[in-house]
């Protein structure tokens, strides 16, 4: 009895010799900061850096969540996620189904539909940024005018960043998807085949119900990847921008508060604020979503 | 309700053939399994039958229409899986009227049909379930009344008891063949099991490497095995093969001579390869010399494993009553002359005349 139970006290001290490393690098640069931040949001900064913070507590979060700029950013967020999520996971869908065919040269258009999520954010930004660019890009070569161009158009702005947040998360949708199908069990397809199901039956009734786990991971991977792009806005339109307001997404404009403004406790709130979305989201898709999808071998 | 022809079917992938040169007929209302190791095309041939596989050569005919080219929906075959492969998403009594729903039968009627098949099985207590909250048997019922709910032409079921635990794979054995008796159904019937084998099917056939080996009804096939390969599958342990050679009325075995019986005295002089189930030997007084290697007691019965001179290791079944030997021990095995089998020693072929 003695020996196992010094044998179980050396097992658990070798577990967390080996996990110390990992813990104390998470502290110190995820916990430590993320709490922080909570004590950043209950301080205002002076526009000046070097003078010091005055402790303001909650004033400060209920002046930044009744502000217009707050409303107006939450809404473009909102809109962003509602153009690219969707459509994002439906393109991808669409690829995986086209690619999930025993072709012979398949595995290339596999290695095509996938390439966007190894290419980074800056060099799509900026091939879409040429492609929408005024006076060399593809509306004037196809004999167009944008007047205003595009990106400075305050109606287009924003569809235009969310059409390459789209195609980069067209790659991990087709990723994500792909993986569903290829783990789809074989022989229930062939059962409904059996069963007399035709095709528009088999996609609506058989296989998309067994894909949904996949669907719903998709959905939320895609609601935090849409919460948190900002590459595409910040090199496209930047902060000089007239139109900034326009594509002023939650992210963009922490990084604003902070680079721009100067103001960490803006920074702090909004930070907060883009935290508890995105943790309510995820918890609400796992509460009401969860129950309507059906996981194999269920 | 229809027969089965297979008129020399073969599929192959590439240069393997899983199923080679394959003439096999399903009696109308038959049960037919096809029994064989894995990888010997039985489950290839059923899934031919079914549509899910294409046919490379030969013709596939249901009832009396050819089937080579017809979409799997559209042959009014249904097949009950290994895996069941319900609808994890729909409730019981959706997964059974699936197949009438796809058959655009109307509501009241599809309710009716789904209640009476649910109801052969056993089921109408759980219509409101998921799959994923029944047991294994149950899961497999409604598989079954999934199958029986839309009356086809056939019935396919590829290995459908391998899931279930011992016990009740013995009860879901029954209930299957009181089910096809009572429908009257033809079913293709794909296991590796002898034992399933000879309890549910009519007419057994019995495959290798992709090639029919018998077709016969169970007994036949344990009696009168067509080679060496069926009369080692079947039994449990299979026959045992001795090598011999004719030599005047002698067979000369390493391990010493029989007298050739009455009912081989056809076989012609020279080599031959004997064969005796394990319930036709004994120990006695005479016959082969062999040494005792392995003694294994299964309660009702004892399995002596006797080593002839030669290397041979023959399998002895004793009553539970009869004296066991010692391991190690030099025994005589005797031969039942009239229950011994001649298979042509380098084919591996049933010697007519021969039993």
């Given at each position: 009895m003695r020996t196992r139970a010094t044998r179980r006290h050396k097992d658990w001290a070798l577990a967390y010799a080996l996990l110390l490393p990992g813990l104390v690098i998470f502290s110190i640069f995820t916990f430590w900061p993320f709490l922080q931040n909570f004590k950043l949001a209950l301080y205002q900064n002076p526009p000046y850096p070097g003078l010091p913070s005055t402790f303001v507590g909650l004033s400060q979060v209920g002046d930044v969540l009744s502000s217009v700029t707050f409303h107006q950013s939450l809404i473009s967020t909102l809109l962003f996620v509602v153009m690219v999520v969707p459509t994002g996971l439906l393109g991808g869908l669409v690829l995986a189904l086209a690619a999930?065919?025993?072709?012979?040269?398949?595995a290339i258009f596999q290695v095509i539909f996938s390439s966007t999520v190894v290419t980074s954010v800056a060099v799509a930004a900026v091939v879409f940024g040429t492609l929408m660019d005024p006076v060399v890009g593809l509306l004037p070569w196809l004999g167009l005018d944008p007047h205003p161009a595009i990106l400075s158009n305050p109606t287009w702005a924003l569809p235009a960043v969310a059409v390459i947040a789209i195609w980069q998360f067209l790659g991990l949708s087709f990723i994500i998807m792909t993986a569903g199908l290829q783990s789809l069990p074989e022989e229930v397809l062939e059962a409904a085949r059996l069963d007399g199901a035709r095709a528009p039956t088999m996609f609506f009734r058989v296989t998309i119900p067994l894909l949904s786990p996949t669907i719903f991971f998709g959905l939320v991977v895609g609601f935090i990847y849409a919460f948190q792009s900002f590459g595409q806005i910040d090199i496209?339109?930047?902060?000089?921008?007239?139109?900034?307001t326009h594509t002023n997404v939650l992210l963009f404009y922490i990084y604003r508060a902070l680079s721009v403004q100067n103001d960490p406790g803006l920074a702090a709130v909004l930070s907060i604020v883009l935290f508890a979305i995105l943790l309510s989201v995820t918890l609400l898709q796992f509460r009401f979503l969860e129950r309507r999808v059906h996981y194999a071998g269920n | 309700m229809a027969r089965v022809h297979f008129a020399k079917v073969s599929k192959r992938y590439g240069d393997v053939a899983a199923v080679d040169d394959l003439t096999l007929e399903v009696a109308d209302g038959e049960l037919l399994v096809l029994l064989g190791p894995s990888g010997c095309g039985k489950t290839t041939a059923l899934r031919m039958v079914a549509g899910l596989e294409d046919v490379t050569e030969g013709s596939l005919t249901i009832g009396d229409d050819l089937?080579?080219?017809?979409?799997p929906k559209d042959r009014d075959v249904a097949m009950v899986f290994q895996s069941y492969a319900l609808y994890p998403h729909m409730s019981v009594a959706k997964n059974i009227e699936f197949p009438l729903r796809q058959r655009k039968i109307e509501t009241a009627e599809r309710k009716q049909r789904a209640l009476e098949a649910a109801t052969t099985l056993g089921l109408e207590d759980l219509?409101?379930?998921?799959?994923?909250?029944?047991s294994g048997g149950q899961r497999q019922r409604v598989a079954l009344a999934r199958a029986i709910v839309r009356d086809p032409r056939v019935f396919l079921m590829d290995e459908p008891l391998s899931n279930l635990d011992a016990k009740l794979r013995v009860q879901t054995r029954g209930d299957i063949v009181a089910l096809q008796r009572r429908l009257g159904t033809t079913t293709l019937y794909v296991t590796h099991d002898q034992v399933e084998a000879m309890t549910m099917g009519h007419r057994i056939a019995v495959m290798q490497g992709g090639r029919l080996q018998q077709v016969a009804a169970p007994q036949d096939l344990y009696e009168r095995p067509a080679n060496t390969f069926v009369a080692t599958f079947l039994?449990?342990?299979?026959m045992n093969l001795i090598p011999a050679s004719r030599q005047g009325d002698e067979l000369v075995t390493p391990s010493g001579s029989l007298a050739v019986p009455a009912e081989l005295s056809g076989i012609a002089p020279g080599e031959v390869t004997l064969g005796a189930r394990p319930e036709s030997l004994s120990l006695g007084t005479e016959g082969l010399r062999a040494t005792v290697s392995l003694v294994e007691m299964l309660g009702a019965e004892t399995q002596v494993h006797c080593k002839l001179e030669g290397g041979t290791t023959l399998v002895v079944r004793q009553g539970h009553d009869q004296v066991r030997p010692d391991l190690g021990h030099s025994v005589l095995v005797s031969v039942d002359p009239s229950s011994l089998h001649a298979f042509d020693a380098a084919t591996g072929d049933r010697i007519e005349g021969s039993q």
């Open positions: 999930h065919k025993a072709l012979k040269g398949m496209l339109i930047g902060s000089q921008n007239a139109e900034f | 089937v080579n080219d017809v979409d219509m409101d379930r998921k799959p994923g909250q029944l039994g449990s342990p299979g």
